[in-house]
């Protein structure tokens, strides 16, 4: 069992401007820090309320092996629904060329309007789960939904990966995926950002290939 650990006595209190000046840090306020996050156009389908796209930056992966994921959701949102009683949910990677379509379908509601077709994006069907993937961005997630958590102002989905796709002109001759041909986006504290450049292979420490 984990115990939280509060370092709130007055010793630590005394000393927190110390501390802060000796790092040259300020305690911040704002929002949330973790950042670069992706962000994600996340495709969901419902029986009686159709198709729509929703725009997502709190996601990040789970678990390698099965592979999971997840997308933090409010309940508010019209996805919401659509992604609860459907089971499933398409993460698309999407690419700065469509960046006004990703900031549109994160602005306005598919209560209002049909997105795939404000946004002139394509929806193919999945192979394996019923939401649809969006044609226009390189990389497509099927996924299943293993589990919601409740955490609060987000709904935690976990969806388990069950196919994966990848744009064949974004491939590398070596078989890998060439970031710079997929155009990767991040969401950075409320703005969009690309990648820079390449630093180094994970592993480059020790020398590993
Ligand atoms: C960059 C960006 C990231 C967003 N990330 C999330 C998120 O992680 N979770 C969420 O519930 N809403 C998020 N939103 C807000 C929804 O995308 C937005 O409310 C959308 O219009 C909901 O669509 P819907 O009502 O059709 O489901 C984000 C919006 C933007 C612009």
Not at 109 to 132: I, N, Q, Y
Not at 160 to 166: C, M, P, R, S, Y
Request: aromatic fraction near 8%; glycine fraction near 8%; proline fraction near 5%.
């Amino acid at each position: 069992m984990f115990l939280p650990i509060y370092r709130q006595d007055f010793t630590r209190e005394k000393k927190a401007e110390e501390i802060m000046d000796s790092m040259e840090k300020i305690q911040y306020g704002g929002s949330f820090l973790l950042a670069p996050v992706p962000v994600v156009l996340v495709g969901c389908a419902h029986e009686e309320l159709g198709k729509n796209l929703i725009t997502i930056a709190w996601t990040g992966v789970d678990c390698s092996d099965p592979m999971m994921l997840h997308i933090s959701v409010r309940p508010s949102r019209y996805s919401y629904r659509m992604i609860r009683e459907s089971g499933c949910f398409t993460v698309n990677i999407p690419s700065a060329d469509i960046l006004e379509a990703v900031d549109y379908c994160g602005i306005v509601s598919g209560s209002k309007v049909d997105k795939f077709e404000k946004c002139g994006l394509t929806a193919v069907d999945g192979l394996k789960v019923s939401a649809p993937l969006v044609k226009e961005c390189p990389i497509n997630l099927e996924c299943e939904v293993k589990d919601v958590i409740e955490l609060g102002l987000h709904h935690m989905f976990i969806g388990t990966v069950v196919e994966k796709h990848v744009r064949k002109r974004c491939m590398s001759p070596k078989g890998t995926i060439d970031p710079e041909k997929v155009g990767f986006i991040s969401y950075v504290h409320g703005e969009y950002w690309s990648l820079g450049s390449r630093l180094e292979r994970a592993g480059f420490s020790m020398g590993s290939r």
